[in-house]
């Protein structure tokens, strides 16, 4: 993959982000996107630079993944792997893999609830059954006579 080190470039040239703004047409957060390594720098407008101050390439680098972990400082690295983690975890949720916190909290209490309620019924069962036991046992001592 390729990329345009347009911070760099801007540097070298003293120019702003807002005179790149002006010269390419698009808004400073893009440029600061591109800048931060958010955004990547679309061919057409590296042709607009290209055609303006001549030879860019330059600024111009082969990106692989070996390069990737190499040029980056850990915070980045760590943001990157956040982002793509989240992203991963959105993704699982909106494919009904894995359930949001909410709805995990919401089920847990639901069984909670109603292991409670088991337990009241195993006890009223329990109770209804030497009710029954003691019945029997006073009918069979009726005396006949």
Not at 8 to 18: G, P
Request: hydrophobic share 35%; charged share 25%.
């Amino acid at each position: 993959m390729e990329t345009f080190d347009l911070k760099r470039f801007r540097t070298d040239k003293n120019l702003t982000q807002i005179e790149i703004t002006q010269l390419l047409g698009c808004a400073q957060s893009f440029i600061s996107a591109v800048e931060n390594g958010r955004r990547s720098l679309p061919s057409n407008m590296i042709e607009i630079l290209q055609s303006k101050y001549g030879d860019i390439s330059a600024y111009i680098t082969n990106i692989t993944e070996d390069t990737i972990i190499k040029e980056s400082t850990p915070d980045q690295f760590l943001i990157a792997g956040a982002d793509a983690f989240t992203k991963q975890i959105v993704q699982m949720m909106n494919d009904r893999l894995i359930a949001p916190y909410g709805m995990i909290t919401e089920k847990d209490q639901e069984i909670q609830r109603l292991n409670r309620k088991i337990g009241h019924l195993e006890a009223e069962l329990e109770i209804a059954k030497r009710g029954n036991v003691r019945g029997r046992e006073n009918a069979t001592c009726a005396d006949v006579g």
